[in-house]
């Protein structure tokens, strides 16, 4: 990330000159008051949220991705992006000289899980949230199986039973039963159920601790190369503090977690204040609140 800039909708600067770089294979944790950009600043690292700057009542910025980029999120908005050919670049350019300008390069596939999860209280099912963190592909299979379904239940006709096998032999070029065989390790794990016996689970049924372990598992289990974690050890309890802290210390997946949670997870790696700064991390942080 280099000279990225962020003005809310009401005009306030929220964030300028933000540079930093987490190498591969680095845990960083983003720390700092409540209200100065940090979950604002993962939401445009994702790419659910557009860099803005100039002036009030302006949006001059947009993001420029070179090409169409597919993205995957929870239900009702996309939250992460997914780079399919490895190396994922979007740059910022504002058409104005007097708007900030800033850049966004994640390379590999990228993982997110928002703040929100562990407190979904809608009617969203186990398997609807797993397809959410899924690639795009994946989601857009799943969509069309189910509709093939539902017109095959409707109407049992020649073309309706052939769209329905061309629907499952694409939900398994995609990876879907590939996805079926990580959400079922995921729910045993997180949940103590197979995915047969917890996909039609409502999520609000769930402890909020339930549903951030099982988001969590199907991240650090999955093919994401990039995570981006916002609050990831809220709802969790000691035992559940403790495992994420092993899961971060030893994944070779390169993480970027907002978050209170400074602790031996981040120990011999870095953290980032709110300035976007990268610095060592110090024994005197260790155990030590934003």
């Known amino acids: 990330m280099h000279e990225l800039a962020y003005r809310t909708p009401g005009g306030r600067l929220l964030f300028d000159d933000v540079s930093f770089r987490v190498g591969d294979g680095q845990c960083a944790a983003l720390v700092g008051a409540n209200g100065v950009g940090k979950t604002t600043l993962l939401r445009v690292i994702a790419g659910s949220e557009r860099p803005r700057a100039g002036y009030p009542g302006e949006q001059r910025a947009t993001l420029d991705t070179g090409s169409e980029r597919?993205?995957?999120?929870?239900?009702?908005?996309?939250?992460?992006?997914?780079?399919?050919?490895?190396?994922?670049?979007?740059?910022?350019?504002?058409?104005?000289?007097?708007?900030?300008?800033?850049?966004?390069?994640?390379?590999?596939?990228?993982?997110?899980?928002?703040?929100?999860?562990?407190?979904?209280?809608?009617?969203?099912?186990?398997?609807?949230?797993?397809?959410?963190?899924?690639?795009?592909?994946?989601?857009?299979?799943?969509?069309?199986?189910?509709?093939?379904?539902?017109?095959?239940?409707?109407?049992?006709?020649?073309?309706?039973?052939?769209?329905?096998?061309?629907?499952?032999?694409?939900?398994?070029?995609?990876g879907g039963y590939d996805a079926e065989v990580l959400w079922d390790a995921c729910t045993v794990s997180a949940l103590r159920a197979p995915l047969r016996d917890s996909a039609t689970r409502l999520v609000r049924r769930l402890s909020g601790g339930e549903q951030k372990r099982l988001v969590l598992e199907v991240l650090l289990r999955g093919d994401a190369d990039v995570l981006l974690l916002d609050e990831p050890d809220n709802y969790l309890d000691v035992p559940g503090k403790r495992w994420l802290e092993t899961q971060l210390r030893d994944t070779a997946k390169t993480v970027r977690h907002r978050s209170p949670m400074r602790s031996r997870a981040d120990s011999g790696r870095r953290t980032q204040s709110s300035s976007g700064t990268t610095r060592p991390r110090r024994a005197s942080d260790r155990g030590s609140r934003p």
């Open 70 to 174: 597919p993205r995957a999120g929870y239900p009702g908005e996309q939250r992460a992006t997914h780079d399919a050919g490895g190396e994922q670049r979007a740059t910022l350019h504002t058409g104005d000289e007097r708007a900030a300008s800033g850049s966004v390069m994640v390379d590999g596939r990228l993982g997110v899980m928002p703040q929100f999860v562990g407190a979904v209280h809608d009617d969203t099912t186990v398997r609807e949230l797993l397809l959410a963190t899924s690639p795009a592909d994946v989601r857009d299979a799943a969509a069309r199986l189910a509709a093939a379904e539902r017109s095959a239940a409707d109407a049992a006709t020649p073309h309706t039973g052939m769209r329905l096998a061309e629907a499952w032999a694409h939900w398994g070029d995609v």
